[in-house]
């Protein structure tokens, strides 16, 4: 069990996402079923590290894996993918759909996030970045759609950070 989770959030790991993601990707090709995935980022995490603590950061980390869960569907799988880097595989979901997930994370992060947050930073919460993309417009393989939803969740970040960005533009 251990071995493809993250022991602080409970979300499958890294690891499991490798494994994961092309299984889910043969499937949906060969059941000619859509297939998205949301990548995001909590933004300025390095900063609220250095100001309020890693034992804090760790909470954020554990309260988002938390939100992920109470928002996302039981079959979208959901991974800690890096630091405070996330990714969820919503199978059977469409672009159009998947934006709309994305918007919600988005929204649910930065209004939720302060009520956990309170006790820490007395002010605000966090929010995040969020990349989407699609089987097959936006690659055919695990390679081509990392590659892409890496790309849109940098550039979300780089142009001003809360926000969901995919190929069609900024949600």
Known sequence: YMACTDGLTGLYNHRQFKKMFP???SRSVRYNKPLSIIMFDIDDFKKFNDSYGHPNGDIVLRETANLLRELLRDCDLIYR???EEFIALLPETN???ALLVGERIRIFVETESPLFLTKI???????VSIGVASLPDDGQDMGALLKTVDDLMYRAKRDGKNRV?????VV
């Not at 930073?121 to 929010?127: A, C, F």
């Not at 960005?165 to 533009?169: A, Q, R, V």
Request: charged share 20%; hydrophobic share 15%; proline share 0%.
């Open 95 to 97: 672009h159009a759909d």
């Open 81 to 83: 993918y890096g630091g």
């Open 121 to 127: 930073t007395k002010t605000h919460g966090v929010t």
């Open 165 to 169: 960005y995919h190929s069609g533009g």
């Open 23 to 25: 299984e889910e990707i």
